[in-house]
Structure formats: structure tokens, C-alpha cells
């Protein structure tokens, strides 16, 4: 294998930090239960029993019951902990290395002998429980401090953490599920994308994360958690508790950084220049010892990315055939500035520029003995220039760029209270503000794009998207939970109140969009798309404006949404090795506000715009138990766990801002398509009828044209609305799931999982306005006229409960021993829904949504459904010569390819949308008609899809077949060199993808884009008037009425027998190395 200079680097910039000699070389606290008895197995009933968290002196204590029992909750993540337990003439037996996980309750128990014997000494605990734990009931997975130090991350962000999880299934998705319906929890702060417009997390959209990784403690992911503590979410809950002082004033400083010179080539293209760096800084001690403690965080990432696309001839330059394109550009720029007195920017290399600020702060208080106080302020700011598109087949000016701003403000106030021996209390108030806006600049114009050929594209002016887009948002969570102990009873009482408000303005096209293709007359080509825009004639015309009614310029979708939640638990050692957890969640979402009220849409469609869905309550009872023996040996303990209930969680938000912001009340739209003899009544007329005004670059609104205002627009403009069912409720999910657990010799265990999930209350989308008037011979339902010419679209959100998704998992785990620790597993999993939700608009969800009735979809495989998964994971670390330790983190992720549909190219319902279609099968060649005659080639193709041959006769369905496997290692080594005073140094490499690094053709990931693939084109279905004449080769009868009239593309079989039908992630398949450096004080 042939090395390139930068591969080489890359080798020994992870060499540097391997072994040198010198010189020669949702909740947030974790808890302990446990017993206490004497020399003979009698329990002691009122034995004091005190964990002492020794790095801040804190103590929590308690008694044992009458059954010789206790329980101390609330008690801080992490240790270690010393635990003590003593009686009156009993020596004191002491536990030290208790180590605690987030949400673990840690069984420890005492055995404790007369004074008149002799001490045994001070037991150490020198590993946390693991895989056999009484705790645990359902799938989950806890990821601590060491290995997020550990193991390889270059994108450091909390959802990457989250394929450590065997039912992880890619892009955040958790047991197949979009990442929407997801939770992420920090401090028990709500910190996902509440609204829903990002990926998974706030600040997503400005590409910044929202919380920096080094003020992290400990993660934990759950799947099917039955404590109904836990809830929000109906894919996977990724909870959090952030890192806080000690009696130790510690701290870091830390660097990261990568570029294109670490990023390997993909198929000779390199990634085009680029930078990303990382600084960091924590720091945290006493302000008062034993008692008062702080911690701060602060991290600052930026990334440069030059758009250095040139114009003209050149490799991966911007072409026009046929022209100059230097001198169309200019000219373009001309007309722009001289005939509608706007400067549409520049041309010359732009940096699109993204740069994150995040700072942290805590506090914790051990008021007294009995009252913990912390107070945590988490603030994130995110800035990415973005909007830029050029490439060999566009090109944008710079006023296309805008800037995505996202700031956050998080704070949470939370007191754990001790009351007694036997009750314990956790109050908390979270305070989130969140401000998401796009700064398109001061100057206002249109969208404008020429498309001067079929395989070119210019745009200009600010994104019709971005026009006006801000959104705001404040969350209120109020949760207390009280616990109360009594003989093998933990009761629990709880509830979590949340508040939001919402201020979210989206007008598209709310300055205009023009498109200015060539205009054509009898088939030729008269006016250039230049000449058209310069005589102010486009082809597409969209603009968005308010009503009267709404009395304002740009209407706000503003609501407020509440939901209150009330739990009760009651959690029952039956058994000392049988632990029964029994509980009930009520969820009451309320929505006090009202859309505006649209008679018109109420008499078209007998539904109310102002009417929302609310008052629905949601219950959710659960049952969980975790059995444990030792039958097989005292170091091969055998655990069985499970459990079954149901888990809901909220929607994305702006579901239901849709229907705020779409009424049809409070703004109108004008589409107007146009074409050659809309502007000319003929040849000579030159230069024709103007559309557009000229100097539109000032007071742009106020010249372009409404309905009625120009003969070639509508009278009576359009609009579209959202609604949602009167009876609508959240999302919600039966959930069951068994698991095995079996210890093994050396510290290894063995795991078999089983996960079963059935929808109660998922979504889906109808549109109103379309009205079926007649079915193809197979049976595809045709939508041939709309209800209500004054709407464009109707769109419905109401609940289904069709779905189910599974998982079988099978793994192997091995804790730590002697610096080895690691896992492997295997889980195959299923996952089918009526609509997957994984777009923030009603319109994209319905159109784009795969089927064959587009009104009444079937069931079909999700976008996130991964049949097969591989993962595993090992971490070593070896210490030596007093000073030194490397630590080797490596991950390895294969994966079954992402499923894609097969669609017709064409509209094959009647609902004037293209590629959503799934295909018809035909058995024979007489099945269907085809124009192109090739049967031959299309039935080779036909065979060569399983998705396809296995649906003869019959309609495919959505997601069925998938994409190539693809194989990804990542890997870090860290070099770790004790300094002054126990100070150290920490030099780091990581990188993603080593298996392209070691082969080119390794570590590929591919897809099919959009996740469908156009099978044959749709051209219309036979009608009774065709009976009698040719078409494909043959006589049509009347047997062929209805029959689709489809044409196959040869190529497309050449696709398959090459694999060109996938195309490869231009990043995900490329090599890449981020080095790191710390320092540790």
C-alpha cells in the first residue's frame, strides 16, 4: 500500500504519543441500600449507617429498620465513598471505593461482629457493580468519566456518546426511532430541541453543542427505564449530571484541533481547506471546606470554511456551457444593480465562518447535614455563517449568506433534603431561554434564481427560507420528588410541571422569489433566463404577505403550552434477591391559547383553525423486577430483569405551532407560474410585458405584486392550513423488554436482551383538501380534484396506532481488570411506523412520506431502521515507571445499510406531488404497459432487488430494501506523564475511520439519497379512450384500463450491477485525525 505524505503525518502524530521511557525509554443523584446483620445472619435493627463522599467530606446517614434494613437517597454521582455502619457493642465495619453510578442504587451490606473479636480491618470496594446489579430492570447503558476521556470522539458531543448503546441505530436514533422523539436531560434540565427544528439538542442548527463535554460527569442511556420518574421521551432518554468541586482545587486546560490536512482524500478529491479548533478550560475547589463548593467550565470552537468555488473553466469551478461565465456572472451583478438598484454581493472566496461560546458555572451547599443545595447556570452561544451554495453546477452571491444565531440560557436550582431516617426529598427548578435567529443583513430583495441551462443554477438575494425566520423560547420545570422508606418498601410521590412559550415567526418568501428560466415559444428557446430577468419576466413567481385580520406586518405564531405530571412508585425488595417496582404516571398536556379562527376553511373542510388539542391526558403505568441467584457458583451470579409498560413523550413543538402559523387567516400566498405568451403576443413584440418592477432593491415589499393587483396573477390569492385532531394525544408507546444476565469468570458477563415496542398514540398526516375520485386497477387510490380552490393544501395531524419496532441483543461485556476493560455485541432490530415525522413542516411530512395512499398510509419501515448491528468497544490503559500511562480507546461499528424505497419518477395518485409514489410490480410483461418495450431489462432489474421481486403482483412498500453494510473503526491513544506535583499532561490522537486510513476502499458509507430510488418512470394510467390503440408494443383492450403506462431506464440496471445507484457520504467516508493536548493541575 502506497503512503501519502499526509497519511504519514497522521502515523506519526499517533506514534508521538505512544509509551516513551524518559532517558531510556433525569435524575441527578445515585443511591445505597443494603442490610445489616450480626456474626450469626441476624439483622440489627437501628445501626447507624453514614457514606462519607471523601473528596468533599460530604455525609449522608440513616438507620436500619425493624427488618435490619436501610436506604440513603440523593446522594451525589460518583465517590469514592466511604460507608460505615456501627451498633453499641458491635465493632464499626467500614467500605471504602464505593463508586456510584448516575441513577445506580448500589447494594451494600453489613456483617458486624462483637468488640470482644478481633477487627477484620477496612474493606475495599474496588469496582462498581456492573452488569449484575439490582437496580437495573431495563435496557440501559452507563458511560462514565473514564470513558469519555477514553474512547475516540472528534465531533465531542453528547449524542455521539450515545452509540455506545447496542439499540443505538445511527443519526441519534434510539431502537429505530427519529431522534425527535428522543429526551436529553442534564442536571435534570430538559435539554433536547424541545420545537423541533434541529438535530436532537438546541443549537444544533448553528452547529454548536449544548453543553461542552469536559463539564460532563457521567451519562446515562435509557431504552426502557420503568421508573416513572423517567419520561418524555418514547425512542431513548440520554441523561446527564455535570462534574462539581471538592475540598481539591483541580482544573485543566485543554486544546483540540484538526484540518484538511488530517482528513484523508475521497475517490483523488481532497475536503477543500478548512479548520477547527477547540479550547477549554475547567476549574473547581472549596470556598468553604466541607461545605461550600464551585466548579466553571468554559469552552470556545471555531471552525473556518473558506467557499473558494472559482467561476470559469478549472477543476471544480462554476461552468456555464456555451458562455463566458465570468462574463454572465458580471452581468447578472450589472442588471442587479443597475435595473433594480440592488448590490447582490460578491463573488471572490467567502469564509463561512461557525464559532460556539459556552460557559458553565455551579455551585453545591451543604447547607447542614440534612440539606444539599446546588445551583447550576449553563450559557451556550452559537454563530455559523451559512446559506452558501456553489459547486460546479451553482453558484450563489454572497447575499445568499446569512448568519444562524443561537443563544441559551439554562439555570437549575435543586434541594435534596434528608427528614429522618426514612424519608427523603429532591426539589428542582430549571429556568431555559432560548433565542434562534437568522440575520440575513440590512439590505431587502427577493430571492432570485437563473437557470441559464439545464445543468446550472445562479441565485441571488436573501434565502426564501430566511427571509423571516425567528424563533423564541422559554421552558419552566418545576419537579419535586418525595421518597419514603418503610420495612423492604421505597414509596415514591412525585411531580414534573413543565411550562413553554413559544414566539415563532417563519414567513417564506416573505420579500419574494423569482425564478427566471429561458422562455420558450412552440419548443424553442426566444428569451434567455439573462434577457428575462433583465426585462423583469421570471417563470415562477412566490410571494407571502398578511391579511388585514392578522393587523400586523409579519404574524407570530405565539403560544403557551403546559403539562403537568404526577407519579407514584412503590419499589419492593420482596426477596433479598427480588426486587418488584410497581408505578403510575399521569401526563395532562394544556394548551390555554387559540389560533385564529378561518370561516372559510371551517366551511370547506368542517374543521376549526382555532380549535387545539388539549386537556388529553396521559397515563402511564409501569412494572419493572430484577431477580438475581448464585446458583451456578458465588462468582457466576445469574440475573434476570425486565419489565412492561408505557412510556410517552412530547412532540416536536412546532407540530403544533404549524397549525398557529398556518391558519389561512392571518397571511395569503400567490405561486404563479408563467410562461412565453403570459409577457409576448408574438415574435416581434420585444421586449414585452414587465413582471417585475425596477428598483425593487428599495422598499421591496411594497412593489411586489399581490392578488389582483396584475392581470397575471389570481384574483383571490392561497393559502394553506395545518390543524390537528380535537382528540390528538402525544406520543406514547407499549414497552416490553427480558434480559439475562450471567457473570463469568475474569470479570467478563454475558447479555441477552429483548426489546419489544408497539405504538399507542403515534402520527399522521392527512390532507383535506384532496378528494379521491377514482383507484388504478390495483388499487392506488387517484385524488383528481381538490376540495376548495382557495387552498392550496389542508393538512391534518391526528394520531394512529399502527407501529412496532424490536431488538435482540446478544453481548458480551468484560469490566475492568488489570487496565482491560471492553465489550462486543450484536442486535438485531425492526422498526415500522405510519409516518416517520422527521420533518419540522406538515406539508414535507405528508408529501414526502413514501406510499401507496398517500391520504391513508400503510405501514412501513422507518427512515431510522437498521436490521443489523455490530459494535464493540475496548479500552486498555497501562501504567509504568510511576510517571507514565497510555491509554488505548478503540471503537468498532458495523452496520446493515440504511433502507430506501422504490418510487415512480412521476405522480401517480393524482396529488400533484412527484417521487412520493411507491411502484407498482408487475409479475409479467402484460402487468403494466410499457413505452420503452425493454421487459427483459426491467425484469433482470426486477430480480435484482429483493424489495422489488419479493412484491410481484402487488405494491412495494416503504424502506424495504437497504444499502450497503459499512464498517467504521475509530480509534485514541493517549499519552499521560505525571508533572509537578502530581500535575499531568495529557497529549491525545484520535481518529475516525482508521480502516480507510489503512485502504481506500475500506470504511465507505453509502446511501441512496433521500432514502428512495425511482424504479421506472410514470407516465398516466390507460383510459377506456385508448382501448383499440398501440402503445408499448401491443394492442391495448379493455383488460389494460387502469393499467399503469411506466417506462424502464436501462442505465438503471447498469446501476445496480455497479452500485452507482448509492452515493457515498462525502465526510462519514473519509479518514480524519483531531489532535489534543491537556493539562491536568
Not at 227 to 252: C, H, M, P, W, Y
Not at 452 to 467: A, E, T, V, Y
Not at 635 to 641: I, L
Not at 819 to 836: D, H, K, P, Q
Request: aromatic share 12%; with cysteine; net charge negative.
Amino acid at each position: 500500500m502506497k503512503l501519502t505524505a499526509t497519511r504519514w503525518l497522521s502515523l506519526i502524530c499517533l506514534l508521538l504519543v505512544l509509551p516513551v521511557a524518559p532517558a531510556l525509554g433525569q435524575s441527578t443523584t445515585a443511591s445505597i441500600t443494603g442490610s445489616v446483620v450480626d456474626q450469626s445472619g441476624e439483622t440489627i435493627p437501628g445501626a447507624n449507617v453514614v457514606a462519607i463522599h471523601q473528596p468533599t467530606g460530604t455525609q449522608y446517614g440513616t438507620a436500619t429498620n425493624a427488618q435490619g434494613r436501610f436506604s440513603i437517597l440523593n446522594m451525589r454521582v460518583g465517590g469514592p465513598y466511604l460507608v460505615r455502619a456501627s451498633f453499641v457493642g458491635y465493632q464499626t465495619v467500614e467500605k471504602t471505593g464505593v463508586m456510584l453510578d448516575l441513577n445506580e442504587k448500589a447494594t451494600i451490606d453489613f456483617q458486624l461482629r462483637p468488640k470482644t473479636e478481633e477487627l477484620e480491618g477496612v474493606e475495599v470496594i474496588a469496582e462498581r457493580e456492573g452488569v449484575i446489579d439490582a437496580n437495573r430492570t431495563g435496557a440501559a447503558t452507563n458511560i462514565r468519566q473514564e470513558q469519555i476521556d477514553a474512547l475516540p470522539s472528534i465531533s465531542r458531543s453528547i449524542t455521539d456518546y450515545a452509540r455506545l448503546t447496542p439499540q443505538y441505530t445511527g443519526g441519534g436514533s434510539l431502537a429505530g426511532n427519529n431522534d425527535r422523539y428522543n429526551s436529553i436531560s442534564v442536571d435534570g434540565a430538559t435539554l433536547d430541541d424541545v420545537f423541533g427544528l434541529g438535530d436532537a439538542v438546541p443549537g444544533s442548527q448553528a452547529g454548536t453543542q449544548p453543553i461542552s463535554l469536559d463539564a460532563i460527569e457521567e451519562f446515562q442511556i435509557d431504552i426502557a427505564p420503568y421508573d416513572v420518574r423517567k419520561s418524555g421521551f418514547t425512542g431513548g432518554q440520554i441523561n446527564a449530571v455535570t462534574k462539581s468541586g471538592s475540598n481539591e482545587f483541580e482544573g485543566l486546560v485543554r486544546y483540540f484541533g484538526r484540518n484538511e490536512s488530517f482528513t484523508g482524500d475521497l475517490q483523488g478529491e481532497g475536503t477543500g481547506e478548512f479548520s477547527r479548533q477547540y479550547f477549554i478550560g475547567n476549574v473547581g475547589g472549596p470556598i468553604i471546606e466541607d461545605e461550600l463548593f464551585f466548579f466553571v467550565n468554559a469552552e470556545y470552537v471555531t471552525q473556518k470554511n473558506p467557499q473558494n468555488t472559482g467561476i470559469g473553466p478549472g477543476p471544480n469551478n462554476f461552468q456555464i456551457s456555451g458562455v463566458d461565465t465570468r462574463d454572465y456572472i458580471d452581468q447578472v451583478a450589472d442588471i442587479s444593480q443597475n435595473v433594480y438598484g440592488y448590490n447582490p454581493g460578491g463573488t471572490s472566496v467567502i469564509s463561512e465562518n461557525q464559532d460556539s461560546y459556552k460557559f458553565l458555572a455551579k455551585l453545591d451547599w451543604n447547607l447542614n447535614d440534612n440539606n444539599r443545595l446546588t445551583l447550576r447556570h449553563n450559557y451556550v452561544k452559537g454563530l455559523d455563517d451559512s446559506g452558501l451554495g456553489r459547486g460546479e453546477n451553482s453558484f450563489d452571491f454572497s447575499s445568499q449568506l446569512y448568519q444562524f444565531s443561537s443563544v441559551q440560557n439554562s439555570t437549575v436550582l435543586q434541594l435534596n433534603t434528608t427528614l429522618g431516617d426514612n424519608m427523603f426529598n429532591e426539589a428542582r427548578v430549571v429556568y431555559t431561554r432560548i433565542r434562534d435567529s437568522r440575520d440575513i443583513g440590512d439590505e431587502t430583495f427577493s430571492d432570485v434564481t437563473l437557470v441559464p441551462s439545464s445543468d446550472s443554477q445562479i441565485q441571488l438575494g436573501p434565502g426564501r427560507f430566511n427571509q423571516a425566520n425567528r424563533l423564541d423560547q422559554d421552558l419552566v420545570e418545576i419537579t419535586n420528588d418525595f421518597s419514603y422508606v418503610r420495612g423492604n418498601h421505597t414509596f415514591t410521590l412525585g411531580t414534573n410541571n413543565q411550562i413553554w412559550s413559544f414566539s415563532n415567526l417563519f414567513i417564506q418568501d416573505f420579500y419574494g422569489q423569482f425564478e427566471f428560466e429561458p422562455l420558450e415559444s412552440d419548443g424553442d428557446r426566444v428569451i434567455s433566463a439573462l434577457d428575462a430577468y433583465e426585462r423583469g419576466q421570471p417563470t415562477v413567481y412566490r410571494y407571502s404577505y398578511a391579511t388585514e385580520a392578522a393587523g400586523t406586518e409579519k404574524p407570530i405564531a405565539e403560544f403557551t403550552a403546559f403539562q403537568v405530571g404526577l407519579y407514584a412508585q412503590d419499589e419492593w425488595q420482596a426477596l433479598e434477591n427480588l426486587r418488584l417496582t410497581f408505578g403510575l404516571r399521569a401526563d395532562m398536556p394544556i394548551i390555554p391559547d387559540n389560533p385564529t379562527f378561518n370561516p372559510t376553511a371551517y366551511e370547506a373542510f368542517g374543521v376549526s383553525t382555532s380549535s387545539v388539542a388539549t386537556g388529553n391526558p396521559i397515563w402511564s403505568p409501569r412494572f419493572g423486577f430484577n431477580y438475581s441467584n448464585d446458583y451456578l457458583g458465588e462468582d457466576f451470579e445469574t440475573q434476570v430483569r425486565g419489565g412492561i409498560g408505557l412510556f410517552a413523550g412530547d412532540p416536536p413543538f412546532v407540530w403544533i405551532s404549524n397549525q398557529f402559523s398556518n391558519t389561512g387567516a392571518d397571511f395569503v400566498r400567490i405561486e404563479e407560474r408563467f410562461g412565453y405568451d403570459d409577457y409576448y403576443d408574438g415574435p416581434n413584440d420585444t421586449p414585452g410585458r414587465r413582471f417585475v418592477p425596477t428598483d425593487l432593491g428599495e422598499n421591496t415589499r411594497e412593489k411586489l405584486p399581490r392578488a389582483g393587483d396584475n392581470a397575471l396573477i389570481t384574483p383571490v390569492a392561497t393559502t394553506e392550513i395545518n390543524v390537528i385532531s380535537d382528540d390528538f394525544k402525544y406520543p406514547q408507546v407499549f414497552r416490553t423488554n427480558l434480559a439475562i444476565d450471567q457473570q463469568l469468570p475474569n470479570g467478563f458477563a454475558v447479555t441477552l436482551e429483548g426489546l419489544y415496542s408497539s405504538t399507542v398514540n403515534g402520527v399522521t398526516f392527512t390532507n383535506l383538501n384532496y378528494e379521491q375520485t377514482d383507484e388504478s386497477k390495483y388499487g392506488r387510490p387517484i385524488y383528481g380534484q381538490t376540495v376548495s380552490p382557495r387552498f392550496t393544501n389542508a393538512l391534518l395531524l391526528k394520531n394512529t396506532n399502527k407501529g412496532y419496532s424490536y431488538s435482540g441483543t446478544i453481548q458480551l461485556q468484560r469490566q475492568v481488570r488489570e487496565g482491560l476493560s471492553g465489550s462486543l455485541s450484536y442486535t438485531l432490530n425492526e422498526a415500522r411506523s405510519v409516518n416517520t415525522g422527521s420533518s419540522s413542516r406538515a406539508i414535507s411530512n405528508w408529501q414526502f412520506n413514501e406510499n401507496v395512499d398517500v391520504n391513508n398510509p400503510r405501514l412501513g419501515r422507518t427512515d431510522q431502521a437498521l436490521r443489523h448491528r455490530v459494535l464493540g468497544t475496548l479500552n486498555y490503559r497501562l501504567e509504568y515507571l510511576d510517571r507514565f500511562a497510555t491509554t488505548v480507546g478503540l471503537i468498532y461499528d458495523g452496520r446493515s445499510g440504511q433502507p430506501f424505497s422504490w418510487i415512480y419518477a412521476g405522480n401517480a395518485n393524482g396529488d400533484t406531488q412527484s417521487f412520493n409514489d411507491l411502484v407498482y410490480v408487475p409479475e409479467g410483461p402484460n402487468d403494466v404497459v410499457l413505452e420503452s418495450e425493454n421487459w427483459e431489462s426491467m425484469n433482470a432489474f426486477i430480480n435484482a432487488w429483493d424489495g422489488l421481486d419479493d412484491y410481484r403482483g402487488g405494491f412495494t412498500k416503504r424502506n424495504i430494501d437497504m444499502g450497503p453494510w459499512s464498517h467504521q473503526i475509530d480509534l485514541q491513544i493517549s499519552q499521560n506523564i505525571v508533572t509537578y506535583q502530581q500535575q499531568k499532561l495529557e497529549i491525545t490522537a484520535t481518529m475516525e475511520n482508521v480502516l480507510n486510513w489503512i485502504n481506500d476502499d475500506w470504511g465507505r458509507q453509502q446511501f441512496v439519497q433521500f432514502q428512495n430510488s425511482v424504479a421506472w418512470d410514470f407516465s398516466g394510467y390507460v383510459e377506456s379512450a385508448d382501448v383499440g390503440s398501440e402503445l408499448g408494443g401491443r394492442i391495448l383492450t379493455q383488460d389494460d384500463v387502469g393499467k399503469p403506462i411506466v417506462s424502464f431506464d436501462e442505465s438503471n440496471l447498469q446501476e445496480t450491477a455497479s452500485d452507482e445507484l448509492f452515493q457515498t457520504s462525502n465526510i462519514g467516508s473519509r479518514w480524519q485525525v483531531q489532535l489534543g493536548l491537556r493539562y491536568t493541575f
